[in-house]
């Protein structure tokens, strides 16, 4: 299984931005999958997580400005940014918990994308 994501950048203050992480190769289902952020010199944080349900959960700093949302078909999960501070500065990370064909689950992280806001 390999999580590919894209649509990271260079932004201006109060810009928008939407990562996207594709997931592929052989797999049952997919029951939960997430964003974080690690910025340098601190550590990897939660942002936004979708379950398989759909339901949603966003840290307290991005509730309002973030939305995750995910496209089964596609097997892709969208992280909407909005109003993007100087502080969103980060590498961002997908992460799935991936059930395998043979019905167990892993832990499985993209390489990251850069968001860099610009004061």
């Known amino acids: 299984v390999q999580l ?3 649509g990271g950048g260079l932004v201006q203050a109060g810009g928008s931005l939407r990562l996207s992480c594709v997931a592929s190769g052989s797999f049952f289902s997919i029951n939960f999958m997430g964003w974080y952020r690690q910025a340098p010199g601190k550590q990897r944080e939660l ?3 979708i ?3 759909g339901s949603t959960n966003y840290a307290d700093s991005m509730k309002g400005r973030f939305t995750i949302s995910k496209d089964n ?3 892709t999960v969208y992280l909407r940014m909005n109003s993007l501070k100087p502080e969103d500065t ?3 990370y997908c992460n799935a918990v991936v059930v395998t064909t043979s019905l167990r689950g892993y832990d499985y992280w993209g390489q990251g994308t850069q968001v ?3 004061s």
């Open 47 to 49: 942002v936004a997580s």
């Open 90 to 92: 980060a590498v961002y």
């Open 116 to 118: 860099t806001v610009s």
């Open 73 to 75: 078909a596609k097997n």
């Open 4 to 6: 590919v994501e894209s």
């Open 51 to 53: 379950t398989s349900g």
